[in-house]
């Protein structure tokens, strides 16, 4: 008896693997997989189970290598060392951040190199998430000096700085992605930890001093130091600031203070935006009786170089940079070379104090005496008197646009934390008069300018 043969066929099999022009696709497992050569290079990217899927990148990929554009899931092996030395190197040359800009990102990513060395991963295209959250939680592990010096105590880092270091490691990778050299369909690693989320526990606290305090920490002050202490709680400005600031920019007739940068003499605000604070009428009188007839160089000079004469070559603004170019041209015909960016800067800082410039560390130095000195804590670092100055004019209820720019912040959109004004600042003026008005109504009953006026009226000459 014999069997009946079936009619039907078997399915037939799909094939497991295709060419499209110059991509060749294959099945390995359940996944699809190109192959193609681009620039000399063997290139095997990933698909998906998606045949239909694999077959349309091919085409897509086949007419960018038949045209020479750059293949879509195109990108470059890495490491992570590199990577960091390209950026670092980018933020130096190319977009000309500052000096101490650049040190903070080379000492956050510094972190991140130390983390490497106990990894197997040196490769941007595999550090993934899982390495992220490991680098987390080794930063909250390690112990570091708080200033970098190397007989300083060692603590924990705080959620702040743990915070920088994270931000930076994500721009790190963000420069990374465009420059192709993560996968098209990989993450930036440290954009997943949700960082704007990270909770900020362990941190500074910031103890606001009351008037009552501060007061008392005038009154210990000696004439030079009253000055700048009182310049810095009614202006605002950073240390720095108040550092650089030239007798040019002291507006008498104006009862203003222009606070800009100097980028021809080596020196720039945080912000890199230039900005004029109106002076309360007792700070006027006490700089001009400080300045005693100075017509040029720094507003603040060091105690012991008040009576001491000003360098030859002159202390204008011009002549200071005049003798910085003297002197870069002179190194630069010693070393027969051209002076690179770090070089250069090395010779600004002997400029300035020849000028008789106050270092900002002086100053810091001179308030935490004070106020170990009168047992006022809370007043130990000049930033207190920022948080004092905006707390003022908050009270006095100064308008955040006028708030923003005597402060000298850069405004903010809505999607960032602690967001400023926006583009509400781009379309919105203030006229000066607004300016002083509201500045002096805030300051108006402060017991800081009732002090000024007490030592004023002790310094006036008898008549």
Known sequence: MTTPVSSKR?????????????????LRGQVWYLCYYEQGRRRRPR????????????????????TGVRATLSFDSITIPVLRDQWIANHEHVKRSSLQTVNRYRTATEHLLRFLEQTPVRSVALFQIAHAEQFVRYLRNIRVAPNGHPNTAKRTL?????????????SLFMFAAKRRY????????????????????????????????????????SAWEFDILLTLALTGMRPGELSHLLIEDFDVEGRMLHIRSRTELGWQTKTRRDRSVPLVPPLTEILQQMLAGRRSGTLFVRPRTLGSQLPSWGSSARQVQH????RQVEAEVTLARSLDRRERAQLIP?????????KPDFIRNCLL?????????????PKTFRHLFATTLQEGRVDPLIRNELLGHIPEDGSRSGAGLGMTAQYT???LDTKRSQLEEAFAKHPLLLLAQKRLTIDLPPS
Request: aromatic share 6%; glycine share 6%.
């Open 350 to 358: 002997r400029l300035w104090l020849e000028l008789g410039m106050v």
């Open 182 to 221: 993560l996968p098209p369909y990989a993450e930036n690693p440290f954009t997943a930890l949700e960082l704007g989320r990270m909770p900020l526990e362990i941190r500074r606290p910031i103890v606001m001093p009351v008037q009552a305090q501060v007061v008392e920490v005038f009154a210990g002050a």
């Open 323 to 326: 003798e910085l170019q003297r």
């Open 369 to 381: 005496r004070l106020s170990q000195k009168s047992g006022v804590r809370e007043l130990a670092t």
């Open 10 to 26: 078997a399915p037939r099999k799909q094939p497991s693997e295709f060419r499209v022009g110059r991509v060749k696709a294959f």
């Open 158 to 170: 705080l959620d702040k700085g743990i915070q920088f270091i994270l931000e930076t490691c994500r």
């Open 47 to 66: 698909v998906g189970p998606d045949r239909d899927a694999a077959k349309q990148l091919a085409a897509q990929i086949n007419g960018q290598l038949e």
């Open 429 to 431: 003026h203030t006229r």
